[in-house]
């Protein structure tokens, strides 16, 4: 089996690739929904980040609030360090479970946005890089309530786009619509497949 990771920039278009993959019966992974169930409530993870981080993010529910969360470590690359050292291992363990559950096909794919900024590449057969144009960001961002500053300092938390796409074994360039999309990622199933049986 292939073992591929999906990576890019934010607002890129990852998890609409990986929602058209599934929708074409390929197993994926979003590590962002791991690392969702990583901090929910009363988990290891939820205790260490309320220790390290207080109670002030926290919604009703009780349940940790990302965008309260963000706002703290994208201020602080020493405390955004902090969260990613207690959040990290635990999603990849997830994603390293979940690929082993995926024998007997071809592939199993993760979406994994900081691959690169966390060193993680080498563990992969192939790496996916969905990239666009940061005007194209900015715009997805605005529209998700991000304000410019916000914005500023989430794009460069992370390695600019292009550094990816040279990184990357395949790129998907989400620079039109959504059909061209569904196109550029159909494309990437049959080179996957094409790879595995050269």
């Not at 890019?8 to 993959?21: E, P, R, Y």
């Not at 901090?39 to 260490?48: D, H, L, N, S, V």
């Not at 989400?174 to 049986?197: A, D, F, P, W, Y």
């Amino acid at each position: 089996m292939l073992r591929v990771a999906i990576t890019g920039g934010l607002a890129c278009g990852k998890s609409v690739v990986g929602s058209f993959l599934a929708g074409n019966g390929v197993p994926v992974c979003d590590s962002d929904d791991l690392a969702h169930m990583a901090i929910a409530k009363g988990t290891f993870a939820y205790r260490e980040i309320l220790r390290e981080f207080g109670k002030d993010i926290l919604g009703p529910d009780g349940e940790i609030v990302r965008s309260r969360l963000g706002k703290i470590v994208f201020e602080d690359p020493g405390r955004r360090a902090l969260l990613n050292a207690i959040v990290h291992p635990r999603v990849k363990r997830s994603w390293e479970t979940w690929l082993r559950r995926q024998r007997g096909y071809p592939f199993g794919i993760v979406v994994i946005p900081l691959l690169y900024e966390t060193g993680q590449e080498s563990a992969w057969d192939r790496v996916v890089c969905v990239g666009s144009l940061e005007v194209d960001q900015r715009a997805r961002l605005r529209a998700r309530g991000l304000k410019n500053r916000e914005i500023d300092l989430r794009l460069a938390a992370q390695m600019p786009v292009w550094e990816k796409m040279e990184r990357a074994d395949h790129v998907i360039y989400n620079c039109g619509s959504l059909e061209l999309l569904r196109c550029q990622t159909l494309r990437l199933v049959n080179e996957l497949l094409e790879s595995k049986h050269a």
